[in-house]
């Protein structure tokens, strides 16, 4: 029997299989998280002790009015691409458990589709086309003297769930988790910048063998959806690390897999 546990929903949906070239008596498969992140902007601090009273800001100069007032049009014309852009993945690949910090900003997970028995994996997707649903937001500020002021304000939602089905590699379901929350963000924008992390913890270690991982992610605001599948190779011999980002010399996260280990790594599995 494999036992699927979601640890959201504290729920476990049981389901009995019988591969044809697998023998195994009991695993579990438990989706501890999927964690969202999403990066807006990284904001400049200014230290007050920089600025002076003697050199006061500088206007906006027409050059620089026109420059801008072009961006917002160009801006404007991309959302109007992007809203005829069907809802898919962009972009996605493995990476290294922990190592998202934003979007655009990870560390590649190697060798890319192989994990090691227990193994936490995690993929990083970049989803473009989805919907923004307009909510308007009214809120009340009492001034005292019985007087109040409404404040109304223009927000966006975004929101979106995912399935995983865990098949062997000939495609035989294993197991299959559904309507889980994905994403579900109020921003003052239309954001597009916006990235995943969809992880896929072993509770107990799966046994060694290939496997395809198919995620279904749907937008609730749109009603589409885009499907990724992912083979994976659970290998008790794998030698597994994450490449490093750019001049980062930050040695708290995953050990790096020497090039040398990598290469004959890569043989081995070619051969």
């Not at 909510?135 to 979106?160: C, E, F, K, P, W």
Request: proline letters at 5%; a negative charge.
């Amino acid at each position: 029997m494999l036992t699927l546990h979601n640890s959201t929903h504290k729920k476990r949906v049981p389901i009995m299989i019988y591969p044809r070239s697998l023998t195994m008596t009991l695993f579990t498969l438990t989706l501890l998280s999927l964690s969202i992140s999403f990066l807006l902007s990284w904001p400049l601090v200014t230290s007050f002790a920089q600025l002076s009273s003697s050199s006061p800001e500088m206007p906006l100069t027409q050059e620089g009015a026109n420059q801008l007032a072009e961006l917002q049009t160009a801006r404007q014309q991309y959302l109007s691409a992007w809203n005829n852009t069907a809802f898919s993945s962009h972009f996605d690949v493995f990476i290294a458990e922990g190592s998202h910090l934003g979007y655009g900003i990870y560390r590649e997970h190697v060798p890319a589709n192989v994990f090691r028995p227990g193994e936490t994996i995690v993929l990083y997707v970049e989803p473009v086309g989805f919907g923004h649903q307009l909510i308007t937001d009214v809120s009340t500020q009492d001034g005292g003297n019985n007087n109040s002021t409404a404040t109304t304000r223009t927000l966006y939602l975004m929101n979106m769930t995912a399935d995983y089905i865990i098949s062997d590699s000939n495609g035989t379901d294993l197991a299959t988790i559904e309507d889980l929350p994905a994403a579900n963000l109020i921003s003052h924008r239309q954001n597009t910048e916006f990235s995943l992390t969809l992880t896929l913890s072993q509770e107990e270690p799966f046994p060694v063998s290939d496997y395809i991982v198919t995620y279904v992610v749907r937008d609730q605001v749109t009603g589409q959806s885009f499907q990724i599948d992912k083979r994976i190779t659970i290998d008790d011999n794998a030698i597994t690390g994450a490449l490093p980002l750019p001049d980062n010399d930050d040695n708290s996260m995953q050990q790096l897999l020497p090039q040398q280990r990598l290469e004959e790594r890569s043989q081995a599995l070619e051969s």
